[in-house]
């Protein structure tokens, strides 16, 4: 039983630090769950679980985080930006 509960928390480290590494490529928790999903065999279930108790746990980075990337233009978002600048610019 003791190596069940082991494997369980070490499971759940495992995906607590690649949830960071989502964070470091300024994910959100869909994007993250998707990418969990697709590259490590992780359910989404899983993902959005730990997700969720970590964002109780830092509230506040949470929350600056996401204020954060709601700041940060969409790449569709960048690109248009650049049509509209290069289409002001004569060559």
């Known amino acids: 039983m003791g190596d069940h509960n082991s494997s369980q928390a070490s499971y759940i480290h495992l995906v607590h630090h690649l949830i960071e590494e989502c964070i470091v ?3 959100g928790k869909e994007e993250c769950m998707d990418a969990l999903f697709k ?3 992780i359910k989404p279930i899983i993902t959005s679980t730990v997700w969720k108790e970590l964002e109780k746990e830092n509230k506040e980075f ?3 985080y ?3 990337r709601e700041e940060i233009p969409t790449e569709k ?3 248009r930006r650049i049509r509209d ?3 002001r610019t004569t060559i």
Do not use: I
Request: aromatic share 12%; net charge negative.
């Open 25 to 27: 490529f300024n994910m």
């Open 77 to 79: 978002e960048t690109a």
């Open 39 to 41: 590259h490590a065999n």
């Open 85 to 87: 600048l290069l289409s």
């Open 62 to 64: 949470f929350e600056a």
């Open 66 to 68: 996401e204020r954060r």
